[in-house]
């Protein structure tokens, strides 16, 4: 028996640091301790879209789990799609896109108060910014079905459909082996309506087992089409409840934006407690179920934004010209891959989505605003050395002050009782510490 994956992507012409002294104070860069990538959701979706004017290659990966011969995906495309036009891609190209663009935790450590210093921002700043063939072409055709093109790529064999009347594609998937949830017709109508075409997809279990594979590749697809699109509904129709899609999205250009849902920037540049180091994972799932009921389930965030030719701080090295390529970017000039520039900027959006929630498809813009974004969070350690001055007093009364601001802070971003989390910061010891302390503990 077939199924379909658990998110069939349709597509429609696409798919501080702180201290408060009056003194000075010194800061220091950073660096990368932590990221919340796609692997902290159980079943998130990934999808990567190199676009320019256009054209766009289109990369899908599946969260399908079960046996690779009941995997099977349907998407609507804009046209009869050539073998020359679909490749098979590789995970770890959006692993790496995942990694590159994650939100990330960064530490920070103060200086010695006994030393002059210049003043960093402060620990609330940015916070809330917001089948006998002659016989089934003849079945095929009472159903106003029509095989236009059929072939193998890689893993998968693909068949390139077009039809009249979603009952009769429904009706065909079926007599072919795929278990259609209930509503499917209704969901397929619009997209007939429109003229578009449907590409399915199933695994070939001799190539499959053949190449050694343990999972199913991502899919990739080349085409032209004016509609900067993602629709999500087809997704919705066998889904048990809310789905986690993350959108890598890839342009010479810059931002891509949405165009009729709002696109919020997620929580970012807080400062938050030490503890959070050891359960950052825990920390950004509550944070982002947080802002997602904050903001009424009706929203995509944006996690990240910025030129692919650096990262401040890196949470993973920015992906080679070679890479870029491999994930879909098409319009890198001979030299730019030569010498290792490249023109790209990846604009990260994290969707939540439902069918109550989301009734349209997704559908984007390319912009030329090259603002940059990223969720970022900051832990800053307190001064652990022997201070021999008057600052003592003064810096660990402003430290215990920030230890506050973060506690406050830490309940809004992830609705943790103020509580809970004030029982798990080590409050600094206002006392004068001997010399020999942080020798001899």
């Given at each position: 028996m077939k199924y379909f994956s658990r998110l069939l992507i349709a597509l429609l012409g696409a798919v501080a640091a702180v201290l408060l002294l009056a003194t000075p104070a010194l800061a220091f860069c950073g660096f990368y301790v932590a990221k919340a990538d796609a692997s902290l959701y159980n079943q998130a979706s990934q999808v990567v879209i190199a676009r320019d004017g256009d054209r766009t290659v289109l990369t899908m990966a599946n969260d399908y789990q079960g046996a690779v011969q009941d995997f099977a995906l349907v998407v609507p495309v804009p046209g009869v799609l050539k073998q020359e036009q679909v490749?098979?891609?590789?995970?770890?190209?959006?692993?790496?896109?995942?990694?590159?663009?994650?939100?990330?935790?960064?530490?920070?450590?103060?200086?010695?108060?006994?030393?002059?210093?210049?003043?960093?921002?402060?620990?609330?700043?940015?916070?809330?910014?917001?089948?006998?063939?002659?016989?089934?072409?003849?079945?095929?055709?009472?159903?106003?079905?029509?095989?236009?093109?059929?072939?193998?790529?890689?893993?998968?064999?693909i068949v390139i459909l077009s039809a009249l009347e979603s009952d009769g594609l429904e009706t065909w998937l079926r007599q072919n082996g795929y278990q259609i949830p209930q509503g499917a017709a209704q969901l397929l109508q619009p997209y007939i309506r429109q003229g578009l075409k449907f590409f399915v997809a199933k695994v070939n279990l001799a190539e499959f087992d053949k190449g050694g594979f343990r999972s199913l590749r991502p899919l990739m697809m080349a085409y032209e089409s004016p509609r900067f699109m993602l629709p999500i509904r087809l997704g919705m129709i066998n889904a048990q409840g809310e789905q986690?899609?993350?959108i890598y999205l890839l342009s010479p250009k810059g931002q891509a934006e949405l165009v009729n849902y709002r696109l919020v920037k997620i929580p970012s540049d807080a400062n938050i407690p030490e503890f959070v180091q050891q359960k950052f994972p825990e920390f950004y799932r509550a944070l982002f179920n947080t802002a997602?009921?904050?903001?009424?389930?009706k929203v995509a965030f944006l996690e990240y934004a910025w030129d692919m030719g650096s990262c401040d701080p890196c949470s993973a090295d920015p992906l080679t010209p070679e890479e870029l390529k491999q994930a879909g970017v098409f319009w890198l000039t001979p030299e730019q891959l030569g010498n290792g520039s490249a023109n790209v900027f990846i604009t990260r959006m994290h969707v939540r989505y439902s069918r109550d929630r989301f009734p349209e498809d997704l559908r984007f813009q390319e912009t030329g605003n090259r603002e940059q974004f990223q969720g970022r969070y900051v832990i800053q350690h307190p001064y652990k050395g022997e201070i021999a001055c008057g600052a003592a007093q003064p810096y660990q009364a402003s430290v215990r002050e920030r230890q506050e601001q973060e506690i406050q802070i830490l309940a809004r971003l992830t609705g943790w009782p103020t509580q809970e989390i004030r029982q798990q910061v080590?409050?600094?010891n206002l006392e004068p510490q001997p010399w020999w302390r942080q020798l001899f503990n």
């Open positions: 490749r098979v891609g590789e995970a770890k190209i959006i692993e790496r896109l995942d990694g590159f663009s994650a939100p990330r935790l960064v530490e920070y450590f103060d200086a010695n108060p006994c030393e002059v210093y210049f003043p960093t921002r402060g620990a609330g700043d940015g916070v809330f910014q917001s089948a006998p063939e002659a016989e089934s072409r003849g079945r095929d055709r009472s159903l106003g079905v029509t095989v236009e093109s059929q072939f193998t790529v890689g893993e998968y064999d986690d899609l993350i997602h009921q904050r903001e009424q389930k080590k409050l600094i």
